[in-house]
């Protein structure tokens, strides 16, 4: 199917949508939000999937979570204005520190759904996690970036809690649907564990997919990811 990508000149994105142009009102909106170190290129593969599938795409550039939150939000809102998207059915999908961001942005722009692929939930426990690899590993690395812009969560336990999506469950809006891969090194599948059961408790309607031999970023996943992501809105009555 023919995907048509736009530069959005208002905020730093891409949309994607299929024809006709403009397409015919009522469509659902979806936020896609890369990794960090990333860009709308790299999840080029989710937005035309999404796309493909009847929804208009916006996908935003931004570099860390404080920038990546506003973006969201301003983001959430430039598809909720456009004339030929249904506002009820707008919602928000990112891979790891997106969908950090995209559940903190939930709980300041009401969303219909988020979709969270194997995001921090926890950030006080993925430091320690994390800092236990060796020294010149990718995960302790990032345990350091970590220490350098918070220190450490014992020295800092306020600014750890205020990073951290599980701090906000109460306030998470809309559907929840979370993805995780079983093998992944950089995230442990316990984040999303923990946060899928502080949704249950708190009576939301959440969902957990654990992928099968799916490691950081899923890759080479994308296909389970995209049709979890549809069914899970399928079911919903987001897209048909």
Known sequence: MNVIKARVHDIPAYMYYTPPVPPEKGRPGIVVLHAFNQKPEDVERYSKGFAARGMIVLAPRYTDAGDGIATAIRALRRLKS????????????????????????????????????????????????????????????????????????????????????????????????????????MVPLSQSERLYRKLKELGRDVELVVIEDGGYLLVDKEENVINSTCNFLIRRGIIA
Request: proline fraction near 4%; glycine fraction near 10%; charge should be negative.
């Open 82 to 185: 456009i004339s030929w998207v249904d506002s009820e059915t707008v919602g928000l999908f990112g891979v790891s520190l997106g969908g950090t961001v995209g559940l903190l942005a939930s709980t300041q722009e009401r969303a219909r759904f988020v979709v969270d692929i194997a995001g921090w939930v926890d950030l006080a426990d993925l430091y320690v996690f994390l800092s236990r690899f060796p020294k010149g590993s990718p995960q302790k690395d990032v345990a350091d970036l970590f220490k350098s812009a918070l220190g450490e969560p014992d020295e800092n336990r306020e600014l750890y809690s205020l990073a951290s999506p599980i701090t906000y469950a109460d306030w998470i809006t809309g559907s929840v649907l979370i993805i995780h891969g079983s093998k992944d090194e």
